[in-house]
């Protein structure tokens, strides 16, 4: 998928699966690569985007955002979450030397936002909760 897609425009999966999304807004293919490895391990379907798209995705339960790469969606993510992936959890992480990139995904709204330490030492047990 091209990292600059938004989410579900590629989907390989038929319309209608069980397995909860998550979607990483991401341009990291390295760490995408341990995120979707992560996600497969515990049943759930990965994507990677750009940016949430503007057509409703009930299937997607999580979007993850990379600080470091998507820090521009930031100011706007809430709303299009809210809007378009009503029941997806929301996760920002970014490096700790970002402090304002994490400063101000938290005052946006996201909920959840780590340092990419966090996060990494989180990826193991992150999709447990399903």
Partial sequence: MHVGSPIGQESREPAGDPEP???LLS???IFASRVRAAAE????????????????RPDVAM???DLST???IVPELMNSCRTYLPEAKVIAFGPH???GRLKEA????IPTVL?????????????GGA
């Fill in 115 to 127: 340092t990419r330490g966090q996060f990494d030492a989180a990826l193991g047990n992150l999709f």
């Fill in 63 to 65: 979007v993850i955002v």
């Fill in 70 to 72: 998507r820090s521009g």
């Fill in 106 to 109: 938290r005052q946006a709204g």
């Fill in 97 to 99: 030397v970002q402090v």
């Fill in 41 to 56: 391990r515990a049943d759930w379907r990965f994507e990677l985007a750009g940016n949430v798209g503007q057509q409703p």
């Fill in 21 to 23: 999304v998550v979607c």
């Fill in 27 to 29: 341009g990291d293919l």
